[in-house]
């Protein structure tokens, strides 16, 4: 209720009930897909200390065992996109503490994961959802199924900070 | 004035009257807990294959130093947050996650049922807690049906095995009491249906209502979004490249399509908190949301557990009565069987016991041959076919006997027809009647057994009468 947009009434009535979303785990908003958005992707790239570069997506697009695994990896993508959003809308913004500890953690955590990395530099893009008008087009031109997968559906790679394995 | 105000004050008491006695009404009314303990035990699977998955990347998810590091993670929890994660050591976290899997195992199969239940939720909460950034939809749900679950302390009497170990022991207790004419009682103190209790109704009627604001909030927030008014919403859900796995494409030729479904969806969403409240519509708004949700595991597999977990919390409005009827038979169909055992046999009176526990309603009626005139039940019986094997006599005349009588009770309580089915299968059937014929022939009995009262014989000679399966047509 008290999630924006909401009335002062509305965020007045959730506050005092902070207590109990916070023991229970309650108080969600529940407004799914209130406007089907694009889907935030992480470009992480690893640079080793032997100068060779490597790439990682979260996710990649077929990750191995139950589709609830790939699931999770979209969550991991969609937390650090609306821990950045300030970022991204406004990049001369100064970064919040939430953004910097989420990136620096999930920096952290893929220098681990990848031994012999110097550093790493993330990045976010958006997996667009095609117009009818743009899926009919293309198909009539091209005469085959559209490709959801296409370059053309992916924005640019959106800078969120580089971050050096060692740490500092 | 003077009339005014008495009538409103008159208005005034009955709406506070009228409401306190709807409050009672509403949540303080026992009510029959198989909606309840079939919840309990699919939040059970849910958060185990839930853990299970996060378990695949245990340590990516759960380790101290995993994608969200546990000191910001910590400092990142709401007010009054918590989670037992946080203390659980890198070195022991997978003996924590299968510790924690044994008691989503445990709520699912119902042992236990009140403590697992509880626990179960902790576990629930600290996963939550302990990984905000991991989370979707399915995660909300599933906490809030533990939360019920939990806080009710009643679905464990329903469609568990805390209920069928007790109605076990009952049995087995009434068989050792010998009645008048020798007869003994193998069915336990109370009947198959679960005695409704207070405790049920109020983890459902939370259920019910939190299931309705999820829906109402949902639909209402789609009202903001403008492809819920042009109605090409699900064009954006179904064509978003992350989650399809179907090729949705050529719908964009067919908008009318697109525009039926996402209407469809949002009427639903915003109609079901109303209507689910009323008995004939509710089947329809249930219906609904079941296709809506099946519709969205379709189109996107990883949101299928949501999916599941949407319309296991429906069953929350789903009458007890008839979820039973599914596997036990409307009223007037019962009982299906009529079981004549031996009652001066100790394992025939064991295995009654149990059949007569794991009975969701009154589907078998254990009849004890040693006390009646087996053609009282069924003109084609003997007693000393009978005392041969266990026969049963469906309502439709059809009598079965031997390994044949005991698949068939089995297929006819839901705890047992998974081995009723394997039982059926070619080969298990003949290896499962040679088995039952020498188990029968050498069963112990209380008196001493003679051919002529028990028809003990080498199995060879019972193998043939004891498993033919007759049908009273024939007779």
Request: proline letters at 7%; aromatic letters at 10%; one cysteine or more.
């Amino acid at each position: 209720m008290g999630v924006p947009p909401s009335s002062v009434l509305e965020r007045r009535f959730a506050d005092a009930f902070a207590w109990h979303h916070g023991l229970f785990d309650q108080g969600y908003a529940y407004r799914y897909y209130a406007e089907p958005p694009p889907t935030p992707l992480i470009q992480a790239t690893l640079r080793r200390e032997d100068g060779e570069i490597e790439t990682v997506n979260v996710p990649e697009r077929h990750v191995a065992g139950p589709p609830m695994r790939r699931q999770r990896q979209l969550a991991l993508a969609n937390a650090l996109f609306s821990a950045s959003l300030p970022q991204l809308e406004d990049p001369d913004r100064e970064g919040d503490p939430r953004r910097t500890w989420l990136a620096r953690s999930f920096a952290r955590h893929l220098c681990r994961s990848h031994p012999g990395a110097e550093s790493v530099t993330l990045r976010l893009r958006q997996h667009l959802i095609p117009s009818p008008d743009r899926v009919l087009e293309e198909s009539r031109e091209t005469g085959g199924p559209f490709d959801l997968f296409a370059p053309s559906m992916f924005t640019e790679p959106r800078w969120i900070g580089d971050f050096p394995c060692d740490g500092s | 004035m003077r009339r005014f105000l008495i009538d409103a004050i008159v208005y005034v008491r009955d709406l506070a009257l009228g409401f306190s006695r709807g409050w009672s009404r509403f949540f303080f009314l026992p009510a029959d807990p198989t909606p309840l303990g079939l919840i309990r035990a699919l939040v059970g699977v849910l958060g185990f294959w839930s853990l299970f998955v996060i378990g695949l990347d245990l340590h990516d998810y759960l380790g101290s130093q995993g994608w969200s590091d546990a000191a910001g993670a910590y400092d990142a929890m709401p007010p009054f947050g918590w989670s037992l994660w946080f203390y659980v050591p890198d070195s022991l976290l997978r003996v924590a996650w299968l510790a924690s899997l044994a008691v989503f195992a445990s709520m699912a199969v119902g042992l236990f049922s009140r403590t697992t239940s509880i626990l179960a939720w902790i576990v629930i909460v600290s996963t939550v807690r302990r990984i905000p950034i991991a989370l979707f939809g399915f995660d909300q749900i599933l906490s809030t049906m533990a939360l019920y679950v939990a806080v009710s302390g009643a679905s464990g009497r329903a469609v568990s095995l805390d209920r069928l170990l007790k109605r076990w022991r009952e049995a087995r207790r009434n068989a050792a009491v010998v009645r008048p004419k020798g007869a003994r009682k193998v069915s336990p103190d109370g009947p198959g249906r679960p005695e409704p209790s207070v405790g049920a109704n109020i983890g459902l009627r939370l259920l019910q209502l939190h299931l309705a604001f999820i829906y109402g909030m949902a639909g209402l927030a789609k009202l903001r979004g403008p492809s819920w008014w042009t109605g090409m919403a699900l064009w954006g859900t179904m064509n978003a490249g992350e989650f399809a796995w179907l090729d949705f494409t050529w719908l964009a030729a067919w908008p009318m399509v697109l525009n039926l479904l996402t209407h469809g969806s949002l009427a639903l969403e915003i109609v079901y908190p109303i209507l689910i409240w009323f008995r004939l519509t509710r089947p329809l708004m249930i219906a609904g949301a079941v296709a809506l949700h099946l519709g969205i595991a379709v189109m996107s597999p990883g949101l299928a557990e949501f999916g599941v977990a949407m319309i296991v919390a429906n069953v929350a409005f789903v009458s007890g009565t008839w979820l039973r009827s599914l596997v036990a038979g409307r009223d007037d169909e019962q009982p299906a069987l009529r079981v004549l055992y031996d009652g001066a046999c100790p394992r025939c009176r064991a295995s009654m016991a149990l059949a007569t526990a794991a009975d969701p309603d009154r589907v078998v009626e254990p009849i004890d041959l040693t006390a009646i005139d087996v053609k009282t039940i069924h003109p084609s019986l003997t007693a000393e076919a009978c005392l041969r094997s266990m026969h049963v006599v469906s309502r439709s005349g059809k009598v079965e006997s031997g390994y044949d009588a005991v698949t068939r009770i089995g297929s006819r309580l839901p705890l047992f027809r998974p081995l009723a089915l394997l039982g059926r299968l070619p080969g298990v059937v003949q290896a499962g009647r040679v088995a039952y014929n020498r188990i029968a022939s050498s069963r112990p009995r209380d008196a001493v057994c003679t051919d002529e009262t028990c028809g003990i014989h080498p199995p060879v000679s019972v193998t043939g009468a004891a498993s033919r399966t007759r049908d009273s047509s024939a007779i």
